[in-house]
């Protein structure tokens, strides 16, 4: 916190004195919160983000560099990824999400930052994690931009329920069975909408992987054994404040806008290609 602090009056291009003056507060508490030796009250911090606000300061994008570890080894077979958490890992790293997340149940980590400190900005007390995956002898199922990441998705969302049997059903029950890991493209907020029309018959499966490639929304991996979670490694553990919490926030909602405006007009180009979700599972 004290970093970002510096940083934000930094770019004010203020002194002590003059910041102060225009939260509302001291030098004396300013010099304080700069060297860690205070963190501002919430009313402060609310200060301190509509300051952000009214002086085109981004501090979404100052909390995403700041956790963004920075390697310069990286041990092969090794990945440093990001996790966020609600309220914190207690005990051991365990394949224990809800199992209707993307890939079913496990512990998901993203190749970026934004999106696991989007995922749980909204929470009272969440922590963010950057992490260290040994992969070396685990069995790692990779799934490309394709239809078996939509219909994947679709299954553990419990959006195929109406063909349970089948054998199109089958296949995405058992896709992937004997692996350790699944790696595949983040579903975030911007392609909730897109999945959502999908799944309800309003877009084809061309179109949805249209705006999946144009989002280009990073990797996720997901340690969905217990093998797998033993051999993460937590490296750093971050409280997320409430300055950087509404940040955020404001991010998420901005960039969700963004992408579901982008997928619009992939859709309006795509409308007339593919088959819509009713008709792949009528067709198998």
Request: aromatic share 10%; net charge negative.
């Amino acid at each position: 916190m004290k970093e970002l602090i510096k940083t934000i009056r930094t770019k004010a291009n203020m002194s002590q004195e003059q910041f102060a003056a225009s939260l509302g507060t001291t030098a004396v508490s300013i010099n304080r919160w700069e060297n860690g030796k205070s963190v501002p009250n919430q009313m402060a911090q609310k200060n301190l983000y509509q300051f952000c606000k009214e002086h085109n300061i981004d501090v979404a994008e100052l909390v995403i560099d700041r956790f963004c570890f920075e390697h310069t080894e990286k041990s092969e077979g090794k990945e440093i990824l990001y996790h966020g958490s609600k309220k914190g890992i207690a005990g051991d790293i365990a394949p224990i999400s809800r199992a209707e997340c993307d890939f079913g149940q496990g512990f998901y980590m993203g190749t970026a930052a934004l999106q696991p400190l989007t995922l749980v900005c909204a929470e009272d007390k969440p922590k963010f994690y950057t992490v260290e995956f040994d992969l070396s002898g685990l069995k790692i199922l990779k799934v490309g931009i394709g239809m078996d990441w939509a219909m994947m998705i679709a299954y553990y969302r419990k959006q195929m329920e109406k063909v349970k049997g089948t054998g199109i059903y089958e296949k995405y029950a058992h896709f992937a069975d004997g692996y350790d890991v699944i790696v595949g493209c983040i579903a975030d907020d911007r392609m909730y909408t897109e999945l959502a029309r999908f799944f309800n018959g309003t877009i084809t499966d061309t179109a949805l992987l249209k705006c999946l490639s144009v989002l280009d929304l990073g990797k996720q991996y997901v340690a969905v054994t217990q093998k797998a979670c033993d051999q993460i490694r937590i490296v750093e553990e971050h409280d997320l404040h409430l300055l950087e919490r509404l940040a955020l926030q404001d991010k998420s909602v901005a960039r969700r806008a963004e992408g579901i405006a982008l997928a619009d007009e992939v859709v309006k180009q795509y409308r007339r290609e593919g088959q819509f979700f009713d008709e792949i599972l009528g067709g198998v």
